[in-house]
């Protein structure tokens, strides 16, 4: 088996499409398709069924999958290890981060990082932070800079950086914010905008409700921070959105109930063999921890 075919294969079982595989690959689909044919000539079984547009997994293409995964990563794994003898920080590194943390943290650190570094290519994704994690899981992400979650899988390597202390917020012109200090039950009265319930984030917030016996009146969802606040904004619902976030754009309101927080931070898998480049990026976050971070548990 050839890496090209294997790299083909994971393409299309990610994506369940051959074009959007082709896409991910910079190739024509005819060329995806035959790749996919070599590695089925080579061990003599199908590995997709095509029904209609539909493309899904046979039984042996399901044996293979996690298979595939584990073989490319341990050919880059070797990759680096050979590219780490001369010490030289150079080559592609593939890191991942949320919106609001590629936004709003890491700027300065890319920026100081590049000049430092410019024999590095950055092969940088923006996706969700549990996207995120399951791409450092299986090997396709060297370094992801997300929100962390709160019980991380053993095979990570989980290290906060920043710590984000959540307000509960509202439009200047809501009916909320011509109210002195609120109670959680005081606020399920209201519509809330908040994160995809998939999110850390989310599972955070409901956290905080469910051990006060409610259960939170949401709205709207999303996962962009940014488009949560312009919701709140105009009056949508309340919402809680990183205090950095909030800039004055929006009232700040007065709830008895104890802080809360989320940490943010970088994760790489302990079985990984790391790129000096991903070494260095590494050294930059770590330079960079806050001292509430420091000491998150």
């Not at 410019?118 to 997300?146: K, N, T």
């Amino acid at each position: 088996m050839d890496t090209q075919s294997l790299q083909a294969f994971l393409a299309v079982a990610d994506h369940g499409s051959f074009s959007r595989a082709a896409e991910q690959l910079h190739l024509t689909q005819p060329a995806v398709s035959k790749r996919i044919a070599v590695l089925e000539d080579q061990i003599a079984a199908r590995l997709f069924d095509r029904i209609g547009r539909r493309v899904t997994l046979t039984e042996a293409g399901r044996v293979l999958l996690p298979r595939a995964r584990q073989i490319l990563v341990m050919v880059d794994d070797s990759r680096r290890a050979l590219g780490n003898l001369s010490h030289d920080v150079a080559g592609s590194l593939t890191l991942a981060t949320s919106h609001h943390i590629g936004l709003h943290r890491l700027p300065p650190l890319l920026k100081a990082y590049t000049r430092a570094h410019p024999e590095v290519r950055l092969d940088l994704h923006f996706l969700d932070s549990e996207q995120a994690y399951q791409g450092v899981l299986d090997g396709a992400l060297e370094i992801a800079v997300v929100t962390l979650a709160p019980h991380p899988d053993e095979q990570l390597e989980v290290v906060p950086v920043w710590v984000d202390r959540l307000c509960f917020v509202c439009a200047h012109d809501h009916s909320l914010a011509r109210r002195g200090r609120l109670v959680l039950p005081e606020l399920c009265d209201f519509d809330a905008v908040l994160p995809g319930p998939m999110t850390f984030t989310r599972g955070l917030i409901e956290g905080r409700f469910a051990t006060a016996g409610l259960d939170l009146p949401v709205a709207v969802s999303t996962n962009y921070l940014e488009t949560l606040k312009m919701m709140t904004a105009i009056g949508l619902g309340w919402s809680l959105l990183p205090e950095r976030l909030v800039a004055g754009d929006l009232h700040v309101l007065e709830v008895d109930h104890p802080p809360i927080h989320r940490p943010l931070g970088y994760l790489v898998h302990r079985s990984r063999t790391l790129s000096n480049a991903a070494r260095a990026m590494l050294d930059q976050l770590d330079t960079a921890r806050e001292p509430a971070a420091r000491e998150w548990r």
